[in-house]
């Protein structure tokens, strides 16, 4: 069927090159503005750096706002749990908790009240 | 310019072209014309029209080029959408009178005597073509002007391989009694 081929070439578009020639300038002349486009924008690997930096700049923000909170909240607990901690220490050791006040304060206390509070610990 | 990319595959120069390389996309361009003129004449029977369409359908390639989920057959994406386009410019521009190919043929205007009887036979071809359907005029310019392969152009046209070569066969025959034989044998050998 192929040696029945029927020529052509008569029809064919790039027979005249002059003719195809400015064919094909005017399609490249008016694609350049799609072609222009296409190369100034970025690539995958850029668009994901173009989000990277702006990305990483808010999870910065985030942390130092969620150590500031962390670090308010934990102001009082952290005085408690000293608190806490040296009355443990104390209870440990046996001290009556009227003498760890005492001994906080740097008061003396009064002979009677001293009296009165080794009678009720014993 | 564009012969050192003649070797270049389709999915290497649609790639480039999508980052924007002006010789990948000319490329193209060179490279699958006469296939998107084919289907396009055959549908439009007329030059211009077809340049036109050929024209427009490049560049809505261009534009679409992400949608072209395979790229290494480049060629029967951009066909499909001149083939669009062609069909787009036959509904909406039917308040147009189109020029046949006959006289467009005779518009331009060849000095020598055997540019002269170039489009002489171009007439001729256009006349002979316009008796055919759009099925048939598709199928052997693909074949006879393009080169394409049967399997080819039942893909493009979403025909069996069988109805392809028909297809052919009658559009040929049909060709040779329109033209004449002593056309056919002075011209067509």
């Given at each position: 069927m192929s040696d029945d081929r029927i020529d052509f070439s008569a029809l064919d578009p790039t027979h005249d090159e002059a003719r195809f020639e400015r064919l094909v300038s005017a399609i490249l002349h008016d694609a350049e503005p799609e072609l222009a486009r296409r190369r100034q924008s970025p690539s995958v690997v850029a668009q994901v750096g173009q989000w990277w930096w702006p990305l990483l700049a808010a999870a910065a923000v985030v942390i130092m706002a969620s150590l500031g909170l962390l670090w308010r909240l934990g102001e009082t607990p952290g005085a408690g749990a000293s608190v806490v901690v040296e009355s443990g220490i104390e209870e440990s050791l046996g001290v009556p908790t009227q003498v760890a006040s005492w001994i906080r304060s740097d008061q003396l206390p009064s002979t009677s009240d001293f009296l009165e509070t080794i009678e009720v610990n014993q | 310019m564009h012969q050192t990319l003649a070797s270049v595959s389709d999915a290497t120069l649609v790639e480039q072209a999508r980052s924007g390389a002006v010789r990948a996309f000319e490329e193209l361009v060179r490279r699958h014309f006469r296939a998107a003129y084919a289907v396009a004449l055959a549908l439009l029977g007329n030059q211009m029209d077809a340049e036109d369409a050929c024209h427009d359908g490049f560049l809505k390639a261009l534009q679409r080029l992400?949608?072209?989920?395979s790229p290494e057959k480049f060629g029967a994406w951009v066909v499909q959408i001149v083939r669009n386009r062609a069909r787009n410019y036959r509904e909406y521009r039917a308040v147009r009178s189109a020029a046949p190919l006959e006289s467009t043929a005779a518009a331009?205007?060849?000095?020598?005597a055997r540019d002269l009887e170039r489009s002489e036979l171009r007439q001729l071809l256009a006349a002979a073509l316009g008796e055919l359907s759009e099925m048939q005029r598709e199928v052997v310019l693909l074949h006879d002007l393009e080169g394409w392969k049967h399997g080819e152009i039942a893909q493009s046209l979403g025909i069996s391989e069988v109805a392809a070569r028909q297809h052919l066969f009658v559009a040929r025959r049909q060709l040779r009694e329109s033209l004449g034989p002593q056309i056919a044998k002075e011209y067509l050998a």
């Open positions: - | 992400e949608e072209c989920r331009s205007r060849d000095d020598s």
